[in-house]
């Protein structure tokens, strides 16, 4: 069992690597491998996609290195293998990221990726730190993850869903911030979960037995 984290320059991979080495140890979750490589993608047996900054500049990295993205497509859409997006990895599912210009996304899951704005002016963009999840409808990827569990969070965009039944989960920051989203066999989380401790060594551990 292969698990493949694409690493296309955009963010420090080094704390998802620990994280995703340890639950793999802990729930038997075999190899995890840090690529680049279009090849290394294709016999991945599971891929996680992080993303940290703004969406174009991820979108754009993504693309630059030949045959990746496609590698990535033909393996979640084609074959159906498990897919975890993080951050701005999981808002590159969107039909559109609003982040300084219209930017397509993936087109994977349905809706855009819009500025945070909370309801009380007083609290900051970016969002950043601890929330709590509010759990939206159950699934295999949230076992053992409840109301209440805290996440780590960093991002001043959101995704917006068009389906209410791809959202998984959200956060309240004076109004709802989504959180967790999915479909078949692809998943995404706006916070990191190599970063939130118990909840997010959680989820990575039920990604890594998950089999849609």
Same mark, same amino acid.
């Given at each position: 069992?292969?698990?493949?984290?694409?690493?296309?320059?955009?963010?420090?991979?080094?704390?998802?690597?620990?994280?995703?080495?340890?639950?793999?140890?802990?729930?038997?979750?075999?190899?995890?491998?840090?690529?680049?490589?279009?090849?290394?993608?294709?016999?991945?047996?599971?891929?996680?996609?992080?993303?940290?900054?703004?969406?174009?500049?991820?979108?754009?990295?993504?693309?630059?290195?030949?045959?990746?993205?496609?590698?990535?497509?033909?393996?979640?859409v084609g074959r159906g293998r498990p897919f975890l997006g993080i951050c701005v990895g999981m808002q590159m599912l969107a039909s559109w990221g609003r982040e300084y210009h219209d930017?397509?996304?993936?087109?994977?899951?349905?809706?855009?990726?819009?500025?945070?704005?909370?309801?009380?002016?007083?609290?900051?963009?970016?969002?950043?730190?601890?929330?709590?999840?509010?759990?939206?409808?159950?699934?295999?990827?949230?076992?053992?993850?409840?109301?209440?569990?805290? +996440?780590?969070?960093?991002?001043?965009?959101?995704?917006?869903?068009?389906?209410?039944?791809?959202?998984?989960?959200?956060?309240?920051?004076?109004?709802?911030?989504? +959180?967790?989203?999915?479909?078949?066999?692809?998943?995404?989380?706006?916070?990191?979960?190599?970063?939130?401790?118990?909840?997010?060594?959680?989820?990575?551990?039920?990604?890594?037995?998950?089999?849609?």
């Open positions: 069992m292969l698990t493949v984290l694409v690493d296309y320059d955009s963010g420090n991979l080094h704390s998802a690597q620990k994280a995703f080495q340890r639950m793999a140890a802990e729930v038997g979750g075999g190899e995890i491998l840090v690529s680049s490589k279009a090849e290394d993608v294709a016999r991945a047996d599971r891929i996680v996609l992080p993303g940290d900054g703004a969406f174009p500049a991820c979108r754009q990295a993504l693309d630059g290195y030949g045959g990746l993205f496609e590698a990535i497509e033909e393996a979640v930017t397509p996304g993936f087109d994977w899951i349905g809706g855009e990726v819009v500025r945070i704005v909370p309801a009380d002016p007083a609290l900051k963009v970016p969002h950043m730190g601890w929330n709590d999840l509010v759990v939206d409808r159950a699934h295999p990827m949230l076992d053992g993850i409840a109301t209440g569990d805290h +996440a780590y969070f960093v991002h001043s965009y959101h995704f917006r869903v068009a389906d209410p039944a791809h959202l998984l989960a959200h956060a309240d920051y004076a109004g709802p911030i989504t +959180a967790i989203i999915g479909r078949d066999n692809i998943v995404g989380t706006q916070f990191h979960p190599e970063k939130s401790q118990a909840t997010g060594l959680r989820l990575i551990g039920n990604f890594l037995r998950w089999r849609p």
